[in-house]
């Protein structure tokens, strides 16, 4: 190459390279635009309007129902935003042809896969978990007067991102098996809202889907308000948490084998 | 690469099918250092396959592309870093304007320094005249302001090889003439490998070409020797006088292989076909003066690209070199 003799030329090799770059554009796509507000004020607005209709009620449940209602909200609904960003990352840009573009580029395709999956973990901890916990959290606190354990907290908000990690990563496998957005979106999507039909049917699924994480089974609570209320951690949901990240470092890395075979 | 091979792409038997779908079959490119490299062919042709195939976005069904010296498939990132690309229809992340864009490609190469990209992001914007719309969002971009990006971040890295898929294809006749012109200041510290539709850009730029159809190789070969036709060498001559003792003493030359002869008005017009373009150049027009014949025009035969294009890809004529 010549003429580029000012310039300090990457250093990354192997399957790493192109990550930094593509990895800073996706945080940037998150954090430089609209995007992290806009996702901030639905999640946080959805959460916090239906939790205060609620807990400002002149007749308010209990506060152990408060906390079931609050965990619904924050843990289950969130994940389909999860799954609409997701199909985005690998299948939208496969079909608009930015994937092509980009990989034309010195990027490995690993690199590009964990791109997607690093920024936008963090995207959705910060607007679709974190940001609608602490107004949740906050708002329930108002109005029960409670205090509570800040470590039960971050535990707390470590279970709902698992949960949300788990559609994530689903969403993300799916992606790059097809290339139109109904079944990538679908499949997620009727998984996430027939968790319970089907552990109803199958109670063994409970270990292998993160309903229980997030929501109530019978009179179990969940795993993240067990942890939130540091009540005794229920050994069932446990093993669940175990599978749920072992599933979803499954599917990522089946996403990676899978978008290593991709042609453009 | 290295001096022993002068060639950046070289590709042996590079084939690919889509399913039941045969888009190339066995192709052998030889593409020269510092070339404009003109690719050629209608749609269908296997044209953007090739580059996909070369650049490491499709696996090939059977046969090798070696770029730099190194295999396409197993070499593809390090091959990439030398490479500037722009796709047939460029499409970029929409929520980046002109000059971010263009910031995040030099970041692939460079790490730095930052006043270095930043004067380079502005020398590209500058080169395809988009310094004006440089912090637009691309959502607000035409087919021809995105194809004029695409054109400025295939060259941001100073490519040792850039690859094309028809760079003019959405410009206005303006912006045609100036990819034109930069491909040719850039054949100096590059080589230049493109696929067009647009024969006229080919013939003007290319010093060599090769036309595929249906998947085929059916031409390749530098342009003056494609233009020259594969009829082989002949001269046009108008002439008037004694015509039949000319033509005798013509046919009957060793290195004539063959003459067509035409009428207009009182002008004959002759098609001389030549084994010996060197003894033609020398003997034939001095015998013709010297004969009872007056030669009012004496050419060799010029063909147009179109007319060789059309040559190959109609008449299923192989004339590869």
Not at chain 1, 17 to 44: D, E, P, Y
Not at chain 1, 153 to 174: K, N, P, R
Not at chain 2, 234 to 263: C, F, M, N, P, R
């Amino acid at each position: 190459m010549s003429g580029n003799e000012a310039f300090e030329l990457v250093s990354e090799r192997g399957w790493s390279r192109g990550l930094n770059t593509m990895l800073r554009s996706g945080l940037a796509r998150w954090f430089k635009t609209r995007m992290w507000w806009v996702q901030c004020l639905i999640w946080g607005s959805l959460v916090g309007s239906i939790l205060a209709t609620i807990a400002f009620n002149p007749q308010p449940p209990p506060p152990a129902d408060l906390y079931m209602i609050f965990m619904v909200f924050v843990g289950l609904f969130p994940a389909v935003g999860v799954v609409i960003i997701m199909q985005d990352a690998l299948v939208g840009e496969k079909r608009e042809g930015t994937a092509a573009w980009v990989l034309s580029k010195p990027l490995t395709r690993p690199a590009f896969v964990l791109s997607k999956v690093f920024a936008n973990s963090l995207g959705i901890l910060v607007t679709m978990v974190i940001v609608p916990f602490i107004l949740g959290v906050a708002i329930i606190t108002i109005v029960t007067k409670s205090t509570l354990n800040p470590l039960g907290y971050l535990e707390a908000i470590g279970v709902i991102f698992i949960s949300d990690f788990f559609f994530l990563a689903l969403t993300l496998m799916l992606g790059t098996f097809f290339d139109s957005r109904g079944p990538v979106i679908g499949i997620p999507l009727g998984i996430l809202f027939m968790q319970q039909n089907l552990i109803g049917f199958l109670p063994a699924l409970r270990y292998v889907l993160p309903w229980t994480l997030v929501v109530p089974i019978g009179n179990t609570d969940p795993l993240a308000i067990s942890f939130l209320l540091k009540t005794p951690l229920p050994q069932d949901q446990l093993i669940t948490l175990a599978a749920i990240v072992i599933e979803s470092i499954l599917f990522v890395s089946i996403g990676l084998w899978r978008f290593n075979r991709e042609e453009f | 690469m290295n001096e022993a091979n002068p060639y950046v792409i070289q590709t042996h038997g590079l084939s690919k099918t889509y399913k039941n779908i045969h888009a190339l079959g066995s192709l052998d490119l030889n593409v020269h250092q510092n070339s404009i490299f003109g690719f050629l062919g209608p749609n269908g042709a296997g044209k953007t396959t090739t580059i996909k195939l070369m650049l490491g976005l499709t696996r090939p069904t059977a046969g090798t592309a070696t770029i730099f010296g190194m295999d396409s498939v197993t070499n593809s990132v390090d091959i990439r870093a030398r490479i500037g690309y722009l796709p047939q229809e460029p499409h970029f992340y929409e929520y980046m304007t002109a000059r971010q864009t263009l910031r995040f490609t030099a970041e692939f190469f460079f790490k730095g320094p930052k006043k270095a990209i930043d004067e380079r992001v502005e020398e590209m914007l500058g080169l395809v005249d988009l310094s004006d719309k440089a912090d637009r969002s691309i959502k607000t971009f035409s087919g021809g302001e995105r194809q004029r990006l695409g054109i400025a971040q295939a060259q941001v890295n100073y490519p040792d090889l850039l690859i094309l898929d028809e760079p003019a294809a959405s410009l206005d006749p303006l912006g045609r003439r100036d990819v034109l012109e930069v491909m040719s200041k850039l054949r100096k510290y590059a080589t230049i490998f493109y696929s067009t539709h647009i024969l006229d850009d080919v013939q003007r730029v290319s010093d060599t070409v090769v036309i595929l159809n249906k998947g085929e190789l059916v031409a390749q070969g530098p342009i003056e020797e494609l233009l020259a036709g594969s009829e082989g060498v002949i001269y046009i001559i108008h002439l008037k006088g004694d015509i039949e003792s000319a033509l005798k003493q013509v046919q009957s030359l060793s290195w004539v292989s063959g003459v067509k002869t035409s009428q207009n008005n009182d002008e004959s017009i002759w098609q001389v076909s030549v084994t010996d373009p060197e003894a033609a150049e020398t003997q034939l027009l001095k015998l013709l003066v010297n004969g009872p014949v007056v030669v009012n025009e004496f050419r060799r035969k010029q063909y147009e690209l179109e007319d060789v294009f059309m040559q190959v890809i109609e008449g299923g004529q192989d004339v590869r070199k």
